[in-house]
């Protein structure tokens, strides 16, 4: 049997299960539907155009996140390029980090962030060797992901302390070398090394407050 019914074709089988198609399939025969018939084709309508908006608008949101994500790890490029890291491992660290997949192939990461794989090879490894990258391997060793390295907390604070020393101490070699020891750049150098010690006077407080807790 086949039916008009709110623009689309509706087809009674012997198992009395219905399929539509678009209205540009209808013939011109309108027949008269009994009841249970009607409430069934309603339900059917219901459901389609409630799935349908429901995807759209997961897709939308799904869209609209990936383009926070992508500016999120473009950021992750910026900071780790500022420190004297390659902005690509700053992305790569970064996709690991947002990415709600928190385990991805090699391919992954390269269809992702649009980067080579000769590039991507060459990072990862050294991302690996220094301890910021893990390699997950399944598969009798087939296959390899990649995931980030949730290193210890004090062992990232650590890392953080030794740069702060680097940057310490050329900052008291510049003043060493300036003649004039009060002048408006010694000044603010003096100022940056002050403000690194406050910094570790804390952190070392800090630190030993967590691991007496």
Request: charged share 25%; hydrophobic share 35%.
């Amino acid at each position: 049997m086949q039916v008009i019914f709110c623009g689309f074709v509706f087809f009674q089988h012997r198992e009395k299960s219905y399929n539509k198609l678009p209205i540009s399939h209808l013939t011109n025969r309108i027949v008269i539907l009994p009841y249970d018939f009607c409430s069934i084709a309603i339900k059917q309508i219901k459901k389609y155009y409630f799935c349908g908006s429901i995807f759209k608008r997961r897709q939308m949101q799904d869209n609209e996140n990936k383009q926070k994500q992508d500016q999120l790890i473009d950021k992750f490029g910026s900071y780790f390029g500022s420190i004297g890291f390659q902005p690509i491992a700053g992305r790569i660290i970064g996709l690991l980090s947002v990415s709600d997949c928190e385990e991805l192939s090699f391919d992954e990461i390269t269809s992702r962030l649009q980067i080579s794989k000769g590039s991507a090879s060459v990072v990862l490894r050294r991302l690996v060797a220094e301890g910021r990258v893990a390699v997950v391997t399944v598969e009798g060793g087939r296959r390899h992901y990649y995931r980030l390295n949730q290193q210890n907390l004090f062992e990232v604070l650590d890392e953080f302390e030794r740069m702060c020393d680097s940057v310490r101490g050329l900052l008291n070699t510049t003043i060493d070398l300036k003649a004039d020891k009060k002048s408006s750049n010694a000044k603010y150098f003096y100022q940056i090394i002050n403000t690194i010690d406050k910094y570790k006077t804390n952190m070392a407080a800090m630190r030993q407050a967590v691991q007496t807790a």
